[in-house]
């Protein structure tokens, strides 16, 4: 790797991976909580709506925590099926009520089980470690385990098997995995490494890392995420994804208010 695109991405993680970050991105959602299961539930949620706009993937993401009462792990385990009508006009792009009231079933159905959603997204596996692509899989086998699951809310979940890149998935990973000393990611699971993570890859991250010859011109699919993870790896193997900040800064920044 050019020894000035080491350089360029070193200075963009530095300067992305700030607290300042928070206030622009769906990511300062999940920081209003302060209890671990509401730190998942609106983490993997909003990550899960971010398509978009920012400022209304952020606004999305309050009214759902408006319709549960400023409190989702309490409205998850203690609602009322006469509380679930609320839901009904809520919408974001192709979201819809359908898909929000089966999260919810989800949500409830895995915390009554479960002290965390961690557990969903286990390395260890009846004492067997498997690879954070096994674990996407197996998250989504867990998530869908359900008759009663809606097919259309199958489109909002991606996996490794369906050969998607899982941008929303890693990078509700990343936030929930990398110990991160800036305060931005949460670091609150131990069971997945942040070695073991694989760089969120959307069209934005594609374009920059191919510009920068980090990694081959190609689709935006799980194989390319992985081949950009092996990439950002030689530069650091114990937290390549590190750089996810550095890539998705250079492709939005002249949008931002940071130049």
Known sequence: ????????????????????????DPIQIPHLFTKKQDIEIMGFWVAVLAWGQRKTIISKAHELIDLMDGSPLQFIL????????RFELFKHRTFNATDALYF????????????SLEAAF??????????VEQSINRFYAHFFNDEFAPQRTQKHI???????????INMFLRWMVRQDEAGVDFG????????????PLDVHALRTAESLQ????????????????????????NDPVKYDFALYGMGIEEKTIWK
Not at 1 to 24: G, S
Not at 214 to 237: S, Y
């Open 1 to 24: 790797m050019e020894a000035h695109v080491i350089k360029l991405l070193d200075e963009k993680f530095h300067f992305f991976n700030h607290t300042r970050f928070i206030e622009h």
């Open 78 to 85: 203690q609602h009322q099926d006469s509380d679930l009508k």
């Open 104 to 115: 919810i079933s989800f949500f409830k159905r895995h915390y009554q089980a479960n002290e």
């Open 122 to 131: 286990s390395t260890q596996y009846q004492d067997e470690e498997i690879t």
């Open 158 to 168: 991606a996996s490794p098997a369906k050969n998607s890149a899982c941008k929303r």
């Open 188 to 199: 609150i699971w131990n069971k997945i490494k942040p070695h073991q993570l694989v760089c």
């Open 214 to 237: 980090l990694i081959q011109p190609g689709p935006t699919n799980w194989k390319k995420a992985v081949e950009l993870t092996d990439t950002l790896r030689a530069l650091d193997p």
